[in-house]
């Protein structure tokens, strides 16, 4: 016998969990969200939230660093490190609260401990307080995330070898910090701490940082990161890796010798897909775990779905909570399904990246007819009232039918100016029409208007 019933059981609290259950419980259905930890998931807890939190600190002593520039001496900043982590807790907390104000506001019932799947329609959970509970479902949702990755000769429980989690809840500033993986994540750690005054070398295998970038978009941050005195060695690997005193001696596949105090591991992650009864009663994934789903999010099972980095698509947050809203759309009884053509996404590192749609490489390889927009901030009047003028936006364009295809943007505030492209391209509006719209001035959105004039060369600011 079930001790409760739901429209809606959704395994996990994180972006596609927790907005899942809300859009559900705002379309009149009935839901619960178990996690077994805070709710929020890793990008409330330990990932988007929190490196935003210290992103935002390194940016402000950047900003100090250069204050002289306008007329203010306000001397070399000095970081106390327990203060900004102590910030960056406090809106954690801040932010869980607030989430626990919309389930209780909403009438979502929040069951803190581990869910398992019994049947299609049955959720047993052991709670956080130690009692077995068993919750009826006419749907359920699996939305329990992803892990970092481990990779050798590294071990995760290793004192001072560190995932996300680990170097979020540092107590004191590291001298050295070795990063394993120049992604998105490694990048924007290694931008943090170089601010804060740490000496930061990546290690990346692959020829390139930011691989999943535009090619001179991924130049301009490993400028950036060079005059932080950041080392980059790329297509390395580190061979071996042993401890001695308080620091770690490796060796790298290029012969080079480093000592370092700490090692974050950033080299992508796995689904949290074991251990919740999927094999039990049939649920398909694939052969890294990943569940499968198709373009409603639905598994093999009827009833059950699925979203997030669970399923092995886009690791993002954002994309997690609109496929969330999906599911809630569907159980609601609407006829919908995730659309993925328009997916912007940002990495903070110094300057900023915003990206959306395809780069110029990709769309030629799709066998559009490409015509590029370009617009450097060095020619934009507002980056230059703020100091700011490294980097620039393109815009990607079919040139036979004037389709914005994409955009890249490196510079400032670029995770926030990429969503006008975003949805000029949501909405199918045209180059044309972009290149028409009148922009305020002085701003830095003026960078993307001239750079949609740039793909019919009358960028005015563009010689």
Known sequence: MTDKKFDLVILGGGPGGYVGAIRAAKLGLKAAVIEKHHPGGVCLNHGCVPTKALYHIAHTIGEIKKASIFGIEAGEPELDFPKAMARKDNIIEMQRRGLVFHFKKNGIELINGEGKLISPDTVSVKTSDGK????????????????????????????????????????????????????????????????????????????????????????????????????????????????????????????????????????????NSSGIGLEDIGVATDERGHIKVDSKMRTNIPGIFAVGDVTGGLQLAHVASEEGKVVAEIIAGKDKEMDYSVIPWAVFTSPEIGTVGLNARQAGEKGYSVCIGNFPFSNSGKAFITGETEGFVNIVTNKDTGEILGAQIVGPRASDLIHEVAVAMKGEILIDDLAATVHSHPTLSEAVLEAAEDCFGIATHKS
Do not use: H, Q
């Open 132 to 271: 077995n509970i068993s919750i009826s479902a006419k749907n359920i949702m699996i939305a329990t995330g992803s892990s970092a990755n481990n990779v050798p000769p590294f071990n995760l429980s290793d004192e001072g070898v560190m995932d996300n989690i680990k170097i979020l809840s540092l107590k004191k500033l590291p001298g050295s910090l070795l990063v394993v993986g120049g992604g998105v994540v490694g990048s924007e750690f290694a931008n943090i701490f170089a601010s804060f005054g740490t000496k930061v070398t990546i290690v990346e295998m692959l020829p390139g940082i930011l691989s999943t970038e535009d090619e001179d978009v991924s130049k301009v941050i490993y400028k950036s990161l060079r005059k932080k005195d950041v080392d980059i060695y790329t297509s390395t690997k580190v061979e071996e890796s042993k401890k001695s005193g308080s620091k770690f001696e490796l060796k790298l596949s290029g012969g080079e010798k480093l000592k370092v105090e700490k090692i974050l591991i950033s080299v992508g992650r796995g689904p």
